[in-house]
């Protein structure tokens, strides 16, 4: 990793020190910068709301040219998070052709924090959770908020 | 090499002892060297020493079956004078006596010494015996041995060189203790070589027709049997390997030609993509076919200048820029402000382009005025020398922000590789296969789709392992004119008055991110209601979507990720699969 990529980091970091978004704890270790670990609690007047959720976000090499790699470590119950040991995710900025240079990690966890509160069904990564949550909105509630009690408290 | 025929003929040749001259056609000398004694009657000078026919002893030996080629060579076919070799034993000499007549040309009856070529006969009639016989003709300069059968009236071909009866009762070592091919005879042929060679034993005047011959040859010359074996080049292979070799040789002349004839085809295409790519039909970069570098020679062609700081327009973008926490949405000012100024006059087209963009969106450290050294790439948006170099240089020759390719256009790679043109036509396959009026597949949603392009590219990328094949939307080119071109105000995100075919770009930390983005960027539907292949339409997405942070980012990244055969393959047959 260039020296280049740690500075920016390490100035991100800074920034999210500086102004965490409510609802967020960052872990970061200094030896090993490219994998921050985020604590998100559920958005309030979300299905998630009570749950606290671990998320790791992983810096490739070339970043800030490739995006960085989000996944959710606590299982969760959502159309946009893969439903597997992997709890990956990867839509709107995330995706490496949308992805610039610019957009800065506060920007992709405040991007995970709205779609907790409302899901991206057309670009779901779990089309079975996203036409529950289509079509049995109910039945997608009762899930998810059973997903946090089991997992994610 | 087995003996294709022997050839026994009678010769008459000089005694050495008594000439004195060295005659042009024939050197009696004795030769010590046993190289030399080969040679000393060659072929041509045969004729010369052969007797005429109806006065002499001429048999071509039928049903040969060779024992033991050791030490023919190709081309150096064995003759000699016949003899029968001195058995050791009394007990041999006996029994001898059965087979071969009591005065039949031995060592003794041919010049001392004269080294000259031998052939030895002799009945195979006891293992001990013939072990004798071969001893003693290893120590004389013997060139080949013919056996034969006791049998008097056997004419057929003698058994293989494996068989029973040529056992000495020493697990076969005799055939490589040999320095001498030994063929084998019909015993009704070796009975009547050795009854000639009794004929052809003594001098001139008790060979056959001796009295006749005296009148043509000095008294004193020998008259003898003489041998020529004529062996086989050797190299005629069993019809098996034969047509075997044959098969081989034409699959290879095949794939040979196939190979060819497919690199003249993608040769052909790589030239037809080069001109495409000149002629700027083809956008390979847009495409994904092959993600370009800028060559550092063009690169230093792009201005670099000192950032100048701010003005009294700056400050009132500044102020803008300042109050929108995105670092892209202060970009978004970069086209208008140059558009209001005036594009001929590059001062105050960079001083615009700036103060509208006042940190680098690499590093994200505000550019210090007067200080920091700014490249400017040919979309007006201006980054650290330091950290977009290394990027164009190694990454992409887009433009971080707005995806606009940095390069010229008809900007062509040096070299055009066949993954690229494979890349190529599968695109402009998929590209026409899914052109609306084509639609005929049912399941084929993606053409019906508004976006189908974007869709398309999703199933492109799919289908090529999860890989993207498309860096760069060309939607996203069109992007910043359209900016330009319906708004004149400073940027307010909002006033976008864009068709909603456009995407936004302010994904990034709108509170409602991906609606219009995901109006055109629709997957294709789950395939259909079987959870099994719902779950691996899943994957596949998740893989697509996901996918690159491991998947190699270049085309020649991916080949090499090839297992090696199939590296190979394409080596041999470019444009295959």
Not at chain 1, 8 to 22: L, S
Not at chain 2, 204 to 221: A, C, H, I, N, R
Not at chain 2, 429 to 444: K, L, V
């Amino acid at each position: 990793m260039s020296a280049g990529a740690k500075k920016r980091i390490m100035k991100e970091y800074g920034e999210c020190m500086a102004e965490t978004p409510a609802g967020m704890k960052i872990n970061f270790d200094e030896q090993n910068m490219t994998k921050w670990e985020v604590l998100m609690d559920g958005p309030d007047g979300s299905v998630y709301a009570g749950g606290h959720f671990k998320l790791e976000i992983i810096f490739p090499n070339e970043y800030p040219f490739k995006p960085p790699v989000v996944s959710f470590r606590t299982k969760i119950y959502h159309p946009n998070v893969s439903n597997d040991d992997k709890g990956s995710m990867c839509l709107g900025l995330l995706r490496p052709d949308e992805w610039k240079p610019p957009n800065k990690v506060v920007a992709v966890l405040r991007l995970i924090q709205s779609l907790m509160v409302e899901p991206n069904i057309d670009d779901a990564i779990e089309p079975s959770i996203a036409n529950e949550y289509k079509e049995n909105r109910k039945e997608f509630e009762k899930n998810a908020k059973d997903w946090v009690k089991r997992y994610a408290k | 090499m087995s003996a294709e025929s022997i050839n026994i003929i009678t010769i008459d040749f000089p005694d050495p002892d008594r000439t004195e001259t060295i005659d042009d056609h024939f050197d009696p000398l004795p030769v010590r060297s046993s190289e030399k004694l080969l040679h000393l009657i060659p072929d041509h000078e045969l004729s010369n020493h052969q007797l005429q026919s109806n006065e002499s002893f001429y048999f071509p030996v039928p049903n040969i079956q060779t024992l033991s080629s050791k030490g023919v060579e190709r081309g150096d076919d064995p003759y000699g004078l016949l003899y029968i070799p001195a058995l050791q034993t009394d007990e041999c000499r006996d029994s001898e006596k059965q087979y071969v007549p009591q005065n039949a040309t031995r060592l003794a009856n041919l010049p001392a010494n004269s080294g000259y070529a031998l052939i030895a006969v002799a009945p195979w009639f006891s293992p001990l015996c013939m072990k004798e016989y071969f001893a003693t003709a290893r120590n004389e300069p013997v060139k080949a041995f013919i056996v034969y059968q006791p049998n008097p009236n056997s004419t057929a071909v003698p058994p293989e060189t494996n068989d029973q009866a040529w056992a000495l009762n020493d697990g076969g070592s005799w055939q490589y203790n040999n320095q001498f091919p030994t063929y084998a005879v019909p015993g009704a042929s070796g009975y009547l070589i050795a009854s000639k060679m009794s004929d052809y034993s003594g001098n001139m005047s008790t060979v056959p027709y001796g009295d006749s011959l005296k009148d043509q040859f000095e008294e004193s010359d020998y008259v003898r049997l003489w041998a020529k074996v004529t062996a086989d080049s050797g190299t005629q292979l069993p019809s098996l390997w034969v047509f075997l070799v044959i098969v081989l040789g034409l699959l290879i002349l095949i794939i040979g030609a196939t190979s060819f004839c497919m690199h003249v085809v993608q040769r052909r295409r790589r030239n037809a993509l080069r001109r495409r790519v000149i002629n700027g039909e083809v956008d390979l970069e847009a495409l994904g076919v092959k993600r370009l570098t800028v060559p550092a020679d063009y690169l230093t062609k792009l201005p670099v200048f000192a950032y100048l700081g701010e003005s009294e327009r700056g400050e009132k973008s500044m102020s803008q820029a300042s109050t929108t926490v995105d670092a892209e949405t202060s970009l978004k000012g970069v086209p208008l402000s140059r558009r209001s100024s005036a594009p001929e006059a590059p001062s105050t087209t960079r001083a615009s382009a700036i103060f509208s963009q006042p940190t680098c969106p690499i590093c994200l450290d505000d550019f210090e005025p007067n200080e920091s050294q700014v490249r400017e790439l040919p979309c007006r948006h201006i980054f650290h020398v330091d950290c977009i170099d290394p990027f164009l240089l190694n990454n992409s020759s887009l433009c971080p922000i707005c995806k606009q390719s940095v390069l010229p256009p008809g900007y062509c790679p040096p070299k055009i590789t066949n993954v690229m043109v494979r890349r190529e036509r599968l695109i402009s396959r998929r590209r026409t296969q899914n052109a609306p009026g084509h639609n005929h597949s049912p399941g084929n949603i993606v053409a019906r789709l508004p976006g189908a392009y974007d869709s398309l590219r999703a199933r492109v990328g799919r289908t090529s392992g999860g890989r993207r094949m498309f860096s760069a939307p060309t939607r996203t080119q069109s992007r910043p004119l359209d900016i330009e071109m319906t708004s004149g105000a400073p940027p307010v995100p909002a006033v976008q008055p864009a068709p909603t075919a456009t995407v936004l770009p302010e994904i990034v930390a709108a509170p409602e991110p991906t609606r219009q983005n995901t109006a055109e960027e629709c997957p294709p539907e789950p395939p259909s209601q079987y959870p099994q292949q719902r779950r691996e339409w899943a994957r596949q997405r998740a893989l697509a979507l996901l996918g690159n942070r491991h998947a190699p980012h270049d085309a020649e990244e991916e080949e090499q990720n090839r297992s090696r055969w199939r590296r190979g393959l394409h080596k041999i047959f470019p444009g295959f699969g």
